[in-house]
């Protein structure tokens, strides 16, 4: 079943009618059940759950993927910077489950940003992956910077020539979606400022207890472009102090979910992908049970996450730029 919500489509193999309501700073719905998957603009259904793979060590990323994919997980996010797409390509052919039944996202990276580069980059991680298309493709940051150079200083400032490129791969059937990471607002306008001919399905961004960025999940309900959630929890750093909150864990109590599963659970009703990682059996099991919070509890937890001053786990500025590009 697919249905509308605040501009982007949910589809969900088993929704229950739910009731709309008009809040005092947003308008939601009242999710009975958790969409399975997001409908982007190409009509294309992707799971609202994936493993992420960033931080996934080689060893260990392959078994993850195995148990993910027997688990039920069919949405595996990764990137070529990763550096893992080999072992997540030979867990994925080893796992036996047919290619068109999982949804692969890769990342374009900083270095091969100039439209020559585009192709070959892609074709390194299609091979990598044992695939001869991706599902999604994203401009890894918003940043063109070759190893060892300064940045490319208008690459940097307007990618519209990486964009038209990536449109390209489209045409050419190498890739299905197109979208960005770590694009603010203001990056997201100066991109679809251009002739887009494709305009950005997705935008893969930090969101998590301490950066809830409301903002920019409005936005990006109002442009038709769906969020994507990375460091869910928290990342490394923060896992634990998310996992001990207290409305955390007064709503896993209540609900009897694990913490875990309850910030999952919350990212999903935002209205977002979430990309949990991790590369403990249990947990990667642990993290696809899913089930909608309460509008109360929701809004308990959202409320939370809103009332601090927002801090930013991920912010590689300084390492390429002269500038935050998140200012
Ligand atoms: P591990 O990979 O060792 O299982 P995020 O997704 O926010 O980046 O967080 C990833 C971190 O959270 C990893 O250190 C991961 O550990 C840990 N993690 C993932 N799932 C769970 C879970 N269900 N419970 C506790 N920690 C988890």
């Given at each position: 079943m697919v249905t509308s919500f605040a501009g982007v489509r949910y589809a969900s193999k088993n929704r229950l009618p739910g009731r709309t309501f008009a809040g005092a700073r947003q308008q939601r719905r009242t999710l009975t059940t958790l969409p399975s998957h997001y409908v982007l603009p190409s009509g294309d259904q992707i799971p609202a759950v994936a493993l992420g793979c960033w931080r996934s060590a080689r060893d260990d990323v392959g078994e993850a993927v195995k148990t993910a994919l027997k688990a039920g997980y069919r949405h595996i996010d990764g990137a070529?910077?990763?550096?893992?797409e080999g072992e997540v390509g030979q867990a994925l052919k080893y796992s036996g489950v047919p290619r068109r039944e999982v949804w692969l996202t890769s990342k374009l990276w900083n270095a091969h940003k100039t439209p020559e580069d585009v192709e070959p980059a892609l074709n390194d991680t299609l091979s990598k992956l044992g695939?001869?298309?991706?599902d999604l493709y994203l401009i890894h940051w918003p940043v063109a910077k070759k190893d060892g150079q300064p940045y490319d200083k208008t690459l940097t400032a307007d990618p519209y020539p990486t964009w038209q490129k990536l449109e390209e791969m489209v045409a050419k059937g190498k890739v299905r979606n197109i979208g960005v990471s770590n694009f603010n607002i203001p990056k997201l306008d100066n991109l679809i400022a251009n002739p887009l001919k494709i305009k950005p399905a997705v935008n893969q961004v930090e969101l998590n207890f301490w950066l809830p960025q409301p903002e920019l999940l409005e936005y990006a309900k109002r442009n038709s472009i769906l969020l994507e959630a990375y460091s869910?929890?928290?990342s490394e750093g923060k896992v634990k102090e998310t996992l001990a909150l207290p409305e955390v864990q007064a709503i896993a109590h209540e609900m009897g979910m694990t913490r875990a599963q309850v910030i999952i659970s919350w990212h999903i009703q935002r209205g977002t992908v979430v990309l949990p990682k991790s590369v403990t059996p249990a947990r990667v099991v642990e993290n696809l049970q899913v089930r909608a919070l309460p509008p109360a509890l929701f809004d308990k937890l959202e409320a939370a996450a809103r009332a601090h001053p927002p801090s930013r786990g991920l912010n590689p500025s300084t390492n390429w730029l002269d500038y935050d590009m998140f200012a």
């Open positions: 070529w910077i990763y550096g893992n695939t001869d298309y991706l869910p929890l928290g």
